[in-house]
């Protein structure tokens, strides 16, 4: 199976020292838009606690085994650098270094080398040596508090927000602009530090401009997009399920409340000091039909409402289906590469890689025997082999 696709990052070959979370994930996106991806997976190694052929965090990858705590480790890897556009690792500060593959001794070994860096609280700061996950990062930000209702505790938003958006795709970003100034004329190699505390704070700049001109509280559940606005939120359906509203704009909000059929009672959208009486309004009237009724209703329209689908629910929805937006690979059901190019498409070309099923492959593929022979050492000295 071929090791780099062909979408825009055919070419490109990228290292990843295995992890779980953030790191993989954002190798997993590189992967996808084509990059030739070697995980450096440890014997025994970290992984989710599930069976790695569900993991698809690992799609479009491949796996060598390495112990870099063995004699050679550090060696093969270097060799692996010395090839390779990228490298991602998501060691707490320091780790890398006491292992033999920091920043210093992969850039002397490849000048032009991208250094990629994933934690949560940053490679310097009073809490860069502290365990910490999602919740947390999101935490100190002022992203977590943000979410939910204004007399409840803040709602955790899964690990999407931290992990993810603020994690992955900044590191994604990083190390994809750093690639480039690297080939540019005179470029060289660098250290990128994705931190997950940048990058929450960073995903609410606009909110932080909007609060400092006045225009948005600091307190959950009082905002246009917070979930205090009548017309921007969820409301249950007879059937116990949710459709969600976020008529905003007054053309928006004057076909939704004619499709809700509430046009007469409802009180003007400016009208802050009955916006309770609006909420009351929608929530009587959305338990009155179930959310396949009132999906039906609004249909095709501009009031801006959609169903709340379950996970198992989003790929059959009409619009998903017909956008590919998941797609079918190895027998599960999975989100495709996104985004979409126009002349270099990314595609899932390989199922979730197994540690260490590709080493052989891959010090054929790339030249570095060092590799191979790293990891029949590791079987001798455990007796697996």
Same mark, same amino acid.
């Given at each position: ?40 997976? *440890? ?7 599930? &069976? =790695? ?8 990858? *491949?796996?060598?085994?390495? !112990? ?8 093969? /890897?270097?060799?692996?650098?010395? #090839? ?26 490849? =000048?032009? @080398? ?36 204004? &007399? ?8 999407? /927000? ?8 900044? @590191? ?10 690297? #080939? ?41 997009? !917070?979930?205090?606005? =009548? ?7 007879? &059937? ?37 009486? @609006? ?41 998903? /289906? ?59 000295? &455990?007796?697996?082999?």
């Amino acid at each position: 199976m071929a090791a780099t696709g062909n979408g825009p990052l055919a070419g490109v070959r990228v290292v990843e020292l295995a992890g779980i979370g953030p790191g993989p994930f954002a190798a997993m996106v590189l992967a996808d838009l084509g990059a030739d991806v070697v995980r450096v997976d *440890r014997p025994g190694g970290a992984g989710l606690s599930i &069976d =790695p052929a569900y993991d698809l965090t690992n799609r479009n990858k *491949r796996s060598v085994l390495v !112990d870099l705590k063995a004699q050679g480790g550090p060696e093969a /890897v270097l060799d692996l650098v010395e #090839r390779a556009d990228i490298l991602i690792e998501g060691y707490r500060p320091g780790v890398a270094e006491r292992l033999g593959v920091g920043p210093q001794e992969c850039l002397a070994r490849n =000048p032009r @080398l991208v250094y990629g860096r994933m934690t949560g609280w940053g490679q310097e700061g009073p809490l860069a040596q502290s365990a910490g996950h999602d919740i947390a990062y999101i935490a100190i930000t002022g992203t977590l508090g943000m979410i939910g209702k204004p &007399d409840e505790p803040p709602i955790v938003p899964a690990n999407l /927000v931290g992990d993810y958006a603020g994690g992955s795709l900044y @590191l994604v970003i990083g190390v994809l602009a750093a690639l480039q100034h690297a #080939r540019s004329e005179g470029g060289a190699g660098q250290v990128v530090d994705a931190a997950i505390v940048d990058g929450a704070a960073h995903l609410a700049t606009m909110i932080h401009g909007m609060m400092a001109a006045g225009g948005w509280q600091d307190r959950r559940g009082s905002n246009l997009l !917070d979930g205090g606005c =009548p017309f921007y939120g969820n409301y249950e359906t007879a &059937d116990g399920q949710y459709m969600a509203v976020g008529a905003l704009e007054q053309q928006f909000y004057n076909e939704f409340i004619d499709l809700l059929g509430i046009k007469d009672e409802a009180p003007a959208r400016k009208d802050f000091a009955r916006w309770g009486e @609006l909420r009351d309004a929608v929530a009587a009237r959305f338990r009155t039909k179930t959310r396949e009724e009132w999906t039906a209703v609004f249909e095709g329209s501009d009031a801006c409402v959609a169903p709340v689908l379950s996970l198992g629910q989003a790929p059959s929805h009409p619009h998903l /289906v017909a956008r590919g937006t998941f797609i079918d690979h190895d027998g599960i059901t999975q989100p495709a590469p996104a985004p979409r190019f126009s002349a270099t498409p990314g595609s899932v070309r390989r199922p979730p890689a197994r540690p260490g099923a590709d080493t052989a492959e891959v010090a054929v593929d790339w030249d570095v025997p060092s590799v191979h022979k790293d990891v029949s050492s590791v079987h001798k000295e &455990d007796g697996s082999a």
